[in-house]
């Protein structure tokens, strides 16, 4: 499978664990975003990286969120002391090139807090 | 920012029937609009997409135009068949900022 991966799939924690997730971008792909997504909602932009570099960050992002890409390869987003707010699908997407071309989209990690 | 509205919120058409879906964008340099289709449980996937110096773009049965004046784009989908049935994100993207996306329209496609 080449397209974008993420790991876990699903992962369910207590309130106030950490949790961290794992996204594969397609190969060769230089720029890896991060999107938040509720029920019933449209994705949430949360940060990206072009290569090993974190350009952009949402003010979504809280400082218990962190993200990175070391390598400028796959990335990992952790999330410290968990809400039941932060309940939601993170979905990953990669793109090629900058200025607005295609990005898509991996299967997402579903979160819940209980 | 970047603010999408999109509508309708919901959309219910008889199995043949054209739907269309409408967005508006706050940001009169964002250049890219690309519309996702998200199954239940599944990942958006893009569809189709303009970019700001073109007017309109077919693809089959899908088609979006796009009014840089108004600051509005339109998703058409004619000849609807129950697998169109999905909800559909609009979304604006300015070069070095991120996608914004509005907040989506289920089409419920009734055979």
């Known amino acids: 499978d080449t397209g974008v991966s993420q790991n876990p799939r699903h992962k369910i924690t207590k309130r106030g664990q950490n949790v961290t997730f794992r996204c594969d971008p397609i190969?060769?792909?230089?720029?890896l975003y991060w999107y938040r997504q509720t029920l019933g909602q449209g994705p949430e932009f949360l940060t990206y990286?072009?290569?090993?570099?974190?350009?952009?960050k949402s003010r979504l992002l809280s400082d218990r969120f962190s993200a990175e890409r070391p390598k400028g390869s796959f990335s990992t987003l952790e999330i410290q002391r968990t809400e039941q707010g932060d309940s939601a699908m993170y979905l990953c997407?990669?793109?090629?090139?900058?200025?607005?071309?295609?990005?898509?989209f991996g299967p997402g990690t579903r979160l819940t807090v209980l | 920012g970047e603010n999408v509205e999109q509508h309708p919120s919901t959309l219910s058409v008889q199995e043949g029937d054209s739907a269309v879906i409408k967005c508006t964008y706050s940001?009169?340099?964002?250049?890219?609009f690309p519309w996702y289709k998200q199954e239940l449980g599944k990942r958006p996937q893009l569809i189709i997409d303009?970019?700001?110096?073109?007017g309109e773009k077919k693809d089959q049965r899908i088609a979006v135009t796009l009014n840089k004046t108004a600051k509005h784009f339109s998703l058409h989908i004619t000849e609807t068949q129950p697998e169109d049935s999905a909800v559909y994100f609009c979304?604006?993207?300015?070069?070095?900022?991120?996608?914004?996306f509005g907040g989506g329209t289920r089409l419920m496609v009734k055979p």
């Open positions: 997407a990669s793109s090629l090139l900058a200025g607005g071309n295609e990005q898509f």
């Open positions: 190969s060769e792909h230089n720029r």
């Open positions: 990286f072009q290569n090993e570099a974190q350009l952009e």
């Open positions: 940001d009169s340099a964002s250049n890219y």
């Open positions: 303009i970019r700001s110096n073109v």
């Open positions: 979304a604006a993207f300015r070069a070095g900022n991120m996608l914004t």
